[in-house]
Nanobody
């Protein structure tokens, strides 16, 4: 079955960096786009970055220029590099793919605070 397992979250000060990772299994990873979403307390889950199977990348305006999504098809991994973090980036970050239906990981917490 499809599994997505996120890691790499933590607590950092404003201006800091983190690298999130998502390990995928149970589907033809290289054939599908992968995305990162985030959900802050009391808000809806929103998309922040997407990488297609052709390695095209897309970002929300709130993270453009600060976050970088990448993938390693051989390792079945997708990454999200978070730079210049702001307190408003605090959220649970989720890995996602649509392989017939939406699949989600359990999420990893990112907290940006001084």
């Amino acid at each position: 079955q499809v599994q997505l397992v996120e890691s790499g979250g933590g607590a950092v000060q404003p201006g800091g960096s983190l690298r999130l990772a998502c390990a995928a299994s149970g589907f033809d990873f290289s054939a599908y786009a992968m995305s990162w979403f985030r959900q802050a307390p009391g808000t809806e889950r929103v998309g922040v970055a997407k990488i297609t199977r052709d390695f095209d990348t897309f970002y929300s305006s709130s993270v453009q220029g600060r976050f970088t999504i990448s993938r390693d098809n051989a390792k079945k991994m997708v990454y999200l590099q978070l730079n210049s973090l702001k307190p408003e980036d605090t959220a649970v970050y989720y890995c996602n793919t649509y392989a017939g239906k939406n699949f989600w990981g359990r999420g990893t917490q990112v907290t940006v605070s001084s």
